[in-house]
């Protein structure tokens, strides 16, 4: 906790949550959201492939969405690890935190599940998708739509966090 | 623009979402943010496909996302006008808010665009492997460019603009 904390008083989270500046808590925030939109939406699309919609196009090359995916949660993982150290012992607090990182890890790990029994199957797009492939799209969708559900729930659960300097209601 | 803000804030929604019933804002939160996943992700795929990637993809069967993406949009329509009922005051003076309108009108008017130019007939022929006609890739990167900037404006709403 001791690190937590003066992390949380480093200069560095100081100039993220106080120095005001739109590349400090606006943009970190703003890259965090677009993460999202190439994480869970090339995922969404991919899942809804499998789980047979737009059928009649061949899924294999859908593969190549993956390094997008791969892009949002890395610009993701930056911008959520800056915004956790400005705040480091109010997120650790906040019970929706846990959640959100439990979603997470378990969807990451269904990423590679899917390459393996979808991409990797030797059978893919030679008949429909066999059922495990459909039960980890599932997994997969809900296991998202449960990290983006705490992760908008902590502003909400918990202490305020947030940058002090900006209104954080609206939107954020 | 302040009589409607006066009046839709005085409907039952306007003063649910206010505050009336609390848990409505957060939900409503939620749900903006699934339905930007589900938009930008099935419009961006089938962009990022036209722009050349993932080419093994025919285009025709890839439009079958399409249905997808709007439902995204729809929610966020939906959500945004609760959003705006709840508190029309802290948006009407907001130069972000305004300038999120303004990039969802320039991405409905490339969708339009695409239409008028007859690019949804001409993309459906796109086979594996083929490549899209120039004016379906400028169409493609418009929209792209255009829903980050939705995104962009729509963060910026509690930072920039007038304080409320």
């Known amino acids: 906790m001791e690190i937590l904390a003066s992390l949380e008083h480093s200069a560095f989270s100081v100039w993220v949550k106080e120095s005001g500046s739109i590349f400090a808590y606006p943009g970190i925030l703003f890259m965090h959201t677009i993460g999202l939109g190439l994480l869970v939406g090339a995922n969404t699309a991919i899942n809804l492939r499998i789980l047979g919609v737009a059928r009649r196009m061949s899924l294999a090359p859908m593969e190549s969405f993956l390094p997008v995916m791969w892009l949002g949660f890395w610009i993701n993982a930056v911008s959520g690890s800056i915004l956790f150290v400005a705040d480091a012992t109010t997120k650790l607090a906040n019970p929706a935190f846990a959640v959100k990182m439990g979603c997470i890890a378990l969807a990451v790990v269904n990423i590679f599940l899917i390459r393996r029994y979808v991409f990797r199957d030797p059978g893919l797009d030679r008949g429909p998708v066999p059922a495990i492939g459909k039960v980890l799209a599932v997994t997969s969708l809900l296991l998202w739509t449960g990290a983006i559900t705490a992760g908008r729930l902590m502003a909400y659960l918990g202490q305020d966090s947030g940058a002090p300097e900006f209104i954080n209601h609206i939107g954020g | ?164």
């Open chain 2, 1 to 164: 623009m302040l009589p409607f803000a006066n009046w839709i804030h005085g409907t039952t929604v306007g003063w649910a979402v206010g505050g009336g019933v609390p848990w409505i804002w957060p939900a409503c939160e939620t749900l903006h943010f699934i339905g930007l996943a589900l938009l930008v992700g099935c419009v961006g795929v089938f962009d990022l496909r036209l722009l050349g990637m993932a080419k093994g993809l025919q285009v025709e069967p890839l439009q079958r996302l399409m249905p997808w993406g709007i439902a995204g949009f729809v929610i966020n329509f939906i959500t945004g006008v609760m959003f705006f009922a709840g508190d029309p005051y802290q948006y009407i003076n907001n130069t972000a808010f305004w300038m999120k309108m303004l990039f969802i009108g320039l991405a409905g008017a490339n969708v339009m665009a695409f239409y008028a130019m007859g690019l949804n007939r001409r993309v459906e022929a796109i086979g594996a492997g083929e490549d899209a006609p120039t004016l379906a890739k400028i169409v493609a990167a418009v929209s792209l460019a255009s829903w980050l900037g939705v995104v962009f404006w729509g963060r910026m709403m509690p930072f920039l603009g007038t304080s409320f």
